[in-house]
């Protein structure tokens, strides 16, 4: 096995029990740990959605007017971890790169940071829209509907990503 098939197998594994660790962590994760992922979101809520929020102490995020609170149900840590390990191991068993593929594995991270976030603020102002129409979705149609706008997410993300990765430039292109 060459060094550079080793190196590509120890990160691939390396981000593995990252995932996996981040998703034992998670399992007692409080609203105060999650702040990264719910802070962003909440204050996106209220500048894109024209509304108020009042942080509550170990529930999370209450919007008085909506009626809704934003708590660690809603922090996005399963999606984060499913579009890290996706966007890296798409880097990672890509052929371009080289050697450098480890590196732009791990600047995934950020990336799929930033359309957690995203995503999150877009799933919740969905639900907000439909409150504010009158429909109040149930439980099952909430989870539903958010499952459904992070699918869309990911598969969207990930076909820009591979094809940004596998972009090529046609043999007949010629340059002046």
């Given at each position: 096995m060459d060094r550079q098939r080793l190196k590509t197998l120890l990160m691939g594994g390396s981000l593995l029990a990252a995932?996996?660790?981040l998703k034992w962590w998670y399992r007692t994760a409080t609203v105060d740990d999650l702040e990264l992922l719910l802070g962003p979101v909440a204050h996106l809520?209220?500048?894109?959605g024209n509304t108020a929020f009042v942080e509550v102490a170990g529930e999370g995020y209450f919007f008085p007017d909506l009626n809704m609170v934003i708590d660690r149900s809603c922090s996005g840590t399963n999606f984060l971890v499913i579009a890290t390990a996706t966007f890296a191991f798409l880097v990672l068993k890509s052929t371009n790169g080289?050697?450098?593929r480890p590196m732009?594995?791990?600047?995934?991270?950020p990336a799929a940071y930033t359309l957690t976030v995203l995503t999150n603020t877009g799933r919740i102002l969905s639900m907000v829209a439909l409150q504010r129409l009158g429909h109040t979705p149930s439980a099952l149609l909430?989870?539903?509907l958010g499952a459904a706008v992070f699918?869309?997410?990911l598969i969207l993300a990930t076909l820009l990503?591979?094809?940004s990765i596998h972009r090529t430039i046609p043999s007949h292109a010629s340059f002046p």
């Open positions: 995932a996996f660790a809520v209220a500048l894109l080289g050697c450098l732009l594995a791990l600047l995934m991270l909430h989870e539903a699918l869309i997410a990503l591979d094809r």
